[in-house]
């Protein structure tokens, strides 16, 4: 299905470098702008939108996605230099300018053997645990500095990510883009050579591999977006690394399969993950905790499992709730109604730099 409709713009809602948020005529009466591949437009102005992902009502934002601007003069934008496509094959495909590519000041570098020595490297399955890594840091250690890489399985303009937006205004924060995903700090061909940038030029303290907004999930065994935390995983380790897979806990969700530990955790690490991992879990009390102890049995015969007690986590996760500009959510649910998946992040983090 594909659907496209001519619509008005009413109002503009929001508006920075790299997106607008508009008011429109549609149905869905909310636009996105993405200003890096689409004219910037203005009040009555005609747009056109796909509402693919709306007319289906799907979480997606609930937004059209504005596609061209009617009348408006051409986009041209000649910077960066770059050769490297992202969105290849696509209407809206452009040149960026990737750290590897010829053109790159760092490109020998890449031809340089690498190796991760050890480090420790987060995986996380949510766009909603970005925030509350950095700013557990923030709480741990407040002089570090964190680079999120983000795969392109789910959203791939990373600019439709309200926390990116904010937190890029943090120093100790960069984020690189990969794959076909694009608008990070630093854009990348693929896994590996970011994790060397990472490394090697950033110097990061704190690498955490993860998606944008918008991961796919069908109900079934192995039809979901964060599945790919196995191959994260696998690569981390073949460049001597530790994958520490930061784990996905709910004691709220309805669904069985996400109840405890997600199988979107426990079936990448198992099934398709060749590297021993680390997976740091909160000790919750009560009813969940029976189950999340059944689930890590199997875990533990072929992963390091470690045990954080969830009292020491209790000045982290004011620092999250507090510092963050924009309250974070994951599924809809905030802390309050889901304090699990929060232990789980800021048990990942307090591990990791303890």
Request: glycine content about 8%.
């Amino acid at each position: 299905m594909y659907i496209e409709k001519k619509v008005i713009v009413e109002g503009i809602l929001y508006e920075d470098e790299d997106i607008q948020l508009l008011s429109t005529s549609a149905e869905s009466k909310k636009a996105l702008l993405y200003l890096k591949i689409t004219p910037r437009a203005y009040v009555k102005d005609e747009v056109i939108v796909n509402s693919t992902s709306t007319s289906l009502k799907l979480g997606t934002g609930g937004m059209d996605i504005v596609t061209s601007v009617i009348n408006s003069t051409p986009k041209v934008s000649l910077h960066p230099r770059g050769h490297i496509m992202k969105a290849r094959y696509l209407p809206n495909q452009h040149s960026v300018l990737a750290v590897e590519s010829q053109e790159s000041e760092y490109h020998a570098l890449f031809n340089e053997p690498f190796c991760l020595g050890g480090k420790k490297i987060l995986i996380g399955e949510l766009h909603s645990m970005m925030p509350i890594c950095f700013w557990a840091m923030d709480y741990l250690k407040s002089d570090a500095k964190m680079t999120v890489i983000i795969s392109d399985e789910a959203s791939i303009p990373i600019s439709l990510s309200s926390h990116i937006r904010t937190l890029k205004e943090e120093e100790r924060f960069c984020t690189i883009t990969i794959g076909q995903a694009f608008g990070g700090t630093y854009e990348a061909v693929n896994l590996p050579t970011a994790l060397q940038f990472a490394s090697s030029v950033l110097e990061s303290d704190i690498i955490l591999i993860t998606l944008g907004p918008g991961v796919v999930g069908t109900g079934t065994t192995y039809g979901f977006s964060g599945i790919a935390q196995a191959n994260w995983a696998n690569v981390i380790g073949s460049l001597g690394g530790v994958p520490v897979w930061i784990p996905r806990i709910s004691q709220s969700d309805k669904r069985d399969r996400h109840t405890g530990i997600s199988h979107h955790t426990i079936t990448p690490l198992l099934k398709f993950t060749k590297v021993k991992s680390v997976l740091p879990l909160p000790n919750i009390q009560g009813k969940i905790n029976d189950k999340i102890r059944e689930q890590v049995t199997q875990i533990a015969h072929h992963h390091d499992v470690y045990w954080i007690e969830p009292n020491t986590l209790s000045g982290l996760i004011e620092n999250v709730l507090t510092k963050s500009p924009i309250p974070i959510k994951t599924m809809g649910r905030q802390y309050h109604d889901d304090p699990a998946f929060f232990l789980g992040v800021a048990a990942a983090m307090k591990w990791l730099l303890s």
